[in-house]
């Protein structure tokens, strides 16, 4: 049963819009939310979290935010840049310190036309 | 700052053949995972070491996978006899106790004929 999910596989957006990525959750446990960004041929990078006690956190172009009560979190990229171009994989854990598994969605391939 | 290492970088085999993958972690990462990633699917979690002790290989195949992380750093990853549905990219990541942030490696995209 996917615990986490990303039910959109695609997105397409112009360069310089607003980039909002979906996902959802259904373990009420979790409370540490990530997103990972991948490019073909690589592993996923690391690009920004949220702890459950928040329900926003920004890192530059890249904002977080959690909805506890829909069980939801987006990310949001502004301005939207070719380079974006990637698939991005939303993940969620119950409990920090490296002492649970992270459970990943199926990813949302994200296209920023120029 | 070296990333996390695995080789090979893209292996094919028959079915019933043995095949092995070796990651890297970055220097200083005590905590090594494992994951299974299916085409169109996120990574799926295998096996994680603290050090050299896997403290979670609940979700490995254990008749057919074993892995071991020898003195705590470089791991291997061992399946024999591969299946067809075997096929996906194995990816390892590191991270320091205490952290969410894992490192991934590039992954080995295994590919069982």
């Known amino acids: 049963d996917q615990q986490v999910k990303q039910n959109s596989p695609s997105l397409s957006v112009q360069e310089g819009r607003i980039s909002i990525l979906n996902c959802d959750y259904t373990?009420?446990?979790?409370?540490?939310f990530l997103w990972y960004k991948k490019y073909p041929a690589e592993g996923p990078t690391f690009l920004i979290s949220i702890s459950s006690i928040k329900d926003k956190n920004e890192d530059g172009r890249f904002t977080v935010f959690l909805n506890k009560s829909a069980k939801h979190l987006s990310l949001h990229i502004v301005p939207s840049q070719p380079g974006d171009s990637a698939v991005y994989f939303c993940a969620a854990s119950a409990g920090r310190g490296g002492a649970n598994n992270l459970f990943f969605g199926t990813g949302t391939r994200l296209t920023v036309i120029p | 700052e070296a990333g996390v290492v695995q080789s090979p970088r893209y292996k094919i085999i028959e079915k019933k053949q043995p095949v092995a993958f070796w990651c890297n972690p970055i220097?200083?990462?005590?905590?090594l995972y494992w994951y299974l990633q299916n085409l169109g699917q996120g990574p799926e979690l295998l096996i994680r070491y603290e050090n050299e002790e896997a403290v979670d290989d609940s979700q490995l195949p254990k008749d057919r996978f074993s892995a071991e992380r020898l003195k705590g750093v470089d791991s291997t990853l061992k399946i024999q006899p591969a299946e067809l549905g075997d096929s996906a990219v194995y990816l390892c990541a590191s991270s320091v106790d205490s952290t969410y942030e894992q490192y991934f490696g590039p992954g080995t995209r295994l590919t069982v004929t």
């Open positions: 220097s200083g990462h005590n905590t």
């Open positions: 373990n009420s446990m979790f409370d540490y």
